[in-house]
């Protein structure tokens, strides 16, 4: 065994130059000191909290409010010592409100005595302002959401307690109200223009909430401290939002009206024609079908008196298609061969698919024959190494990141070799990151991804390969993820960032159409070589005797099943959130779904089945407490590997899936 040192020794320094008060919210898991003391805790078998304890640290949940810090927070939210009634501190935070009334109960005290003990005055008795009948109504009935209700208050949503909801009178007489003339004005005008709300500087605000299943609307009034929810219309606004068929447009149109509403503000100080791409075009053609309009008309309606066109840039000159063919024409000066990781390549491929030709017809259209000959591909893929590749000699360097990686690595699969087996028979060797020479500047791989296809190609594969009923359905194991997932990264965005850029709304729902099989050609090599390594380190395990060794295999696993779902959760619906890291990756979990402190020792055959890559889930930390603890937790995967379900029946679905099945 090593020597061994203290915890006190090693930690207490270091602990009291960064908690010098000695309170703890919360240890940061990504931090060295963390690890280090971690690491030591798990060698010598010590529980870390205890070992702090020893010293004097006071460990706390993070999002603890101390009670040596209630005044402060106080001030900040009543900064001249008044408080409007006890209530008025839950309007302003739920979880300051929760912990006074803890410390008041460890006191023995009232929350008067408790507040005024702080110095502070209550000035006046709160009485509740708000018609929960109304606010049924809306939640039950109307496109309604308490979070944005609360916001327009400027409350805390736990204010509009589902109890209190919940039990208020749908007979109340309280939902009999009238619109103000000047207001029924003022709605007609939204109605015309399809906004939802409406504020001017003598503090009025007005908020129109469209009925689920009926073409009807009600209409929420704020004026000053005025409150009124109207639902009985009078036959003018009935007539105008027939006329305008103002509910004819649901929450997935909403979102195309505000994408408009943006593009014609960007052109707003422009004098001549506006000329949309075909990302922007979209939304205009989306809605003004919807509402049986011309576009102009409904630039009109919104208030935007500007002529637009759209141009498809999509279009190629037929001569530049056969300079194009010419670059790949074989020896015989007839042959064209094109190879599967040049840009040029894929125009060509992609113009043959807009008029619904394989490669070869389109080829041969142009008088040339097609070939994929297996010789000349490779001929290719050696040329292009030499150009852009060659570190010293026959030593190579291809990042990971670079297409041209994943399609030799495509190409080596399917030759039954791996990337540094498919080199060596081309006559390369290949190099790691670590061995680069520190002089080398390693090919800018960037470059061509800009290249590597244009914005109208992506959203010609998106519109007829992806979108389903106006939505983006895209499959994270096809290759086409991982193209747009990379362009993504050139324009600074997330995929579903840029699909939003372009005009689209990304669903997480497989649509019933969709084939499920995927084509082993259709899954993006990138994913191919991390699942053949994630294997191959599960392999290394259930071979190793050593229990380290198989802790460090098991490490190596976990590492790569965060490459392989880019640091996202598997149950998540969006790419968007997350824990950003100060190394540009999401903060990401690994789960056990049978847990592994259910084996024995290492060295038990029966503990390989609960550290196999097939037991483990890519899980953010609200999803990983989720299957811990909701309802019970115990979450299993269920036959067909496509949820998880617990004892009792709770279901998440998996949306995210590349090794499980």
Not at 215 to 239: D, G, M, T
Not at 504 to 509: G, L, P, V
Not at 564 to 585: F, K
Request: charged content about 30%; aromatic content about 12%.
């Amino acid at each position: 065994m090593k020597n061994y040192k203290s915890f006190k020794s090693l930690f207490e320094q270091s602990l009291e130059t960064e908690y010098p008060d000695k309170i703890i919210k919360s240890l940061n898991p990504e931090s060295e000191l963390f690890r280090r003391i971690k690491t030591y805790c798990g060698y010598y078998d010590l529980d870390y909290k205890t070992e702090l304890k020893k010293l004097g640290f006071q460990l706390y949940r993070k999002g603890t409010i101390l009670e040596s810090e209630i005044p402060t927070l106080l001030y900040e939210h009543f900064p001249k010592g008044n408080i409007d009634g006890l209530e008025s501190i839950k309007e302003h935070s739920s979880s300051l409100n929760n912990y006074i009334n803890k410390y008041c109960k460890e006191r023995g005290i009232t929350k008067k005595e408790y507040i005024r003990l702080l110095g502070f005055k209550i000035t006046k008795v709160y009485k509740p302002k708000y018609n929960f009948v109304a606010i049924k109504e809306l939640r039950d009935n109307y496109d309604f959401s308490l979070a944005n209700h609360a916001l327009i208050f400027g409350v805390s949503r736990q204010l509009f307690e589902k109890k209190k909801i919940d039990n208020a009178s749908s007979n109340s007489k309280l939902l009999v109200e009238v619109l103000k003339k000047d207001h029924e004005k003022i709605v007609c005008e939204m109605l015309k223009s399809y906004n939802e709300t409406y504020t001017d500087d003598n503090g009025l605000y007005l908020q129109i909430y469209k009925h689920n299943t009926e073409s009807k609307i009600a209409i929420l009034v704020k004026e000053q401290e005025s409150v009124h929810y109207v639902f009985n219309l009078s036959e003018k606004i009935e007539r105008e939002i027939k006329r305008h068929k103002y509910c004819a447009l649901n929450k997935k149109d909403d979102y195309h009206l505000n994408q408009i509403r943006i593009i014609m503000n960007k052109y707003r100080q422009e004098n001549s024609k506006v000329i949309l791409e075909s990302g922007e075009y979209r939304h205009f053609r989306l809605i003004s079908e919807k509402l049986g309009l011309t576009i102009d008309g409904l630039l009109n309606k919104l208030g935007f008196y500007k002529k637009v066109e759209f141009k498809d840039k999509r279009n190629k000159d037929e001569t530049e298609i056969i300079e194009t063919l010419r670059k790949f024409l074989l020896d015989d000066g007839i042959t064209v061969s094109l190879p599967s990781y040049d840009n040029s390549a894929q125009s060509i491929r992609q113009f043959a698919s807009r008029r619904n030709m394989s490669t070869e017809e389109f080829v041969k259209s142009y008088n040339f024959q097609y070939s994929r000959g297996v010789r000349e591909i490779q001929h290719s893929i050696i040329e292009e190494i030499k150009e852009k590749y060659i570190v010293k000699g026959n030593a190579v360097y291809i990042s990971s990141y670079d297409r041209f990686y994943s399609n030799i690595v495509a190409r080596a699969n399917k030759q039954g070799q791996t990337l540094d087996q498919f080199l060596y028979s081309l006559g390369f060797e290949r190099l790691s990151l670590e061995q680069l020479p520190k002089d080398y500047k390693p090919y800018d791989w960037i470059q061509d991804i800009k290249e590597f296809d244009s914005t109208y190609d992506f959203i010609n594969e998106i519109n007829s390969k992806y979108l389903y009923d106006g939505e983006v359905y895209l499959p994270s194991r096809h290759y086409f993820y991982d193209k747009l997932f990379y362009y993504s990264l050139t324009q600074n965005n997330t995929i579903n960032k840029q699909l939003e850029e372009w005009g689209f709304i990304r669903t997480y729902k497989r649509p019933k159409e969709f084939m499920l099989d995927v084509e082993e050609s259709d899954i993006s090599p990138i994913k191919l070589k991390l699942i053949n390594d994630i294997k191959g380190i599960q392999k290394d395990i259930e071979i190793k005797s050593s229990s380290r060794d198989i802790v460090n295999r098991s490490n190596q696993l976990i590492k790569k099943l965060k490459e392989l779902y880019n640091y996202n959760c598997q149950i998540c619906e969006s790419d968007n959130d997350g824990i950003l890291m100060e190394n540009g990756h999401k903060y990401i979990e690994v789960h056990h779904i049978n847990p592994i402190h259910n084996a024995k020792a290492h060295e038990n055959e029966e503990d390989l089945e609960f550290d196999n890559y097939r037991n483990l889930i890519c899980l953010c930390p609200f999803h990983h407490k989720y299957v811990h603890y909701h309802m019970g937790g115990d979450y299993k995967l269920s036959e067909d590997k496509k949820e998880l379900i617990n004892p009792k029946r709770e279901k998440l679905l998996i949306v995210t899936d590349f090794h499980l099945y």
